[in-house]
Antibody, heavy 118, light 108 residues
Framework: QVQLVQSGAEVRRPGASVKVSCKVSGNTLTVLSIHWVRQAPGKGLEWMGGFDPEDAETIYAQRFQDRVTMTEDTSTDTAYMELSSLISEDTAVYYC???????????WGQGTLVSVSS | EIVLTQSPGTLSLSPGERATLSCRASQSVGSNYLAWYQQKPGQAPRLLIYYASSRATGIPDRFSGSGSGTDFTLTITRLEPEDSAVYYCQQYGNSPYTFGQGTKLEIK
């Protein structure tokens, strides 16, 4: 059974960066494609980016393109999402989600709350 | 970018009734790469339906999806109190993989 376990809540000042991890078990990153989705308080789901296995590259939503980096460590089956130049509007729960190939998001992490405040 | 518009915003129904949720796309969703997710307060989303009409593992047959092209529907029959949640559609055929804004289903 696939499980995604994310790192704990983070608090950052505006302008700082944050790096969230997502540990995969029950399968490997060579099979799963990891995506990142965020949800601001009381708001809907917003896709940030993820791995496209058809083109073998990570794709990002345009609005995050300049300040997000998504990486993977296949030796530990852990994915990372780093968001820089944080502003208060980045306060949200950040989820990792796993797809098998280019597909729907079958599995989700528990979410990581990132709070940005001065 | 494919924009997904869900309606209604909120739906209030009674146990045993039938819910019909709509998701309309601004352009055709390729290969019917349309999914539905359920999210309860404080929880991560859960996949219900993929390829517009295929039920995910463990999802009761009270949940069904239909549609193609630009118009999709999630139907929930014999509503139970535990079905209270926000439901999102998502297209995963074209980057960016957009979500609808959600429909809140209240079971009163």
């Amino acid at each position: 059974q696939v499980q995604l376990v994310q790192s704990g809540a983070e608090v950052r000042r505006p302008g700082a960066s944050v790096k969230v991890s997502c540990k995969v078990s029950g399968n490997t990153l060579t099979v799963l494609s990891i995506h990142w989705v965020r949800q601001a308080p009381g708001k809907g789901l917003e896709w940030m980016g993820g791995f496209d296995p058809e083109d073998a590259e990570t794709i990002y939503a345009q609005r995050f393109q300049d300040r997000v980096t998504m990486t993977e460590d296949t030796s530990t089956d852990t994915a990372y999402m780093e968001l820089s130049s944080l502003i208060s509007e980045d306060t949200a729960v950040y989820y990792c989600a796993a797809a098998i190939g280019s597909s729907r998001f079958d599995y989700w992490g528990q979410g990581t709350l990132v709070s940005v405040s001065s | 970018e494919i924009v997904l518009t869900q309606s209604p915003g909120t739906l209030s129904l009674s146990p045993g009734e039938r819910a019909t949720l709509s998701c309309r796309a601004s352009q055709s969703v390729g290969s019917n790469y349309l999914a539905w997710y359920q999210q309860k307060p404080g929880q991560a989303p859960r996949l219900l339906i993929y390829y517009a009409s295929s039920r995910a593992t463990g999802i009761p047959d009270r949940f069904s999806g239909s549609g193609s092209g630009t118009d999709f529907t999630l139907t929930i029959t014999r509503l139970e109190p535990e079905d209270s949640a926000v439901y999102y559609c998502q297209q995963y055929g074209n980057s960016p993989y957009t979500f609808g804004q959600g429909t809140k289903l209240e079971i009163k």
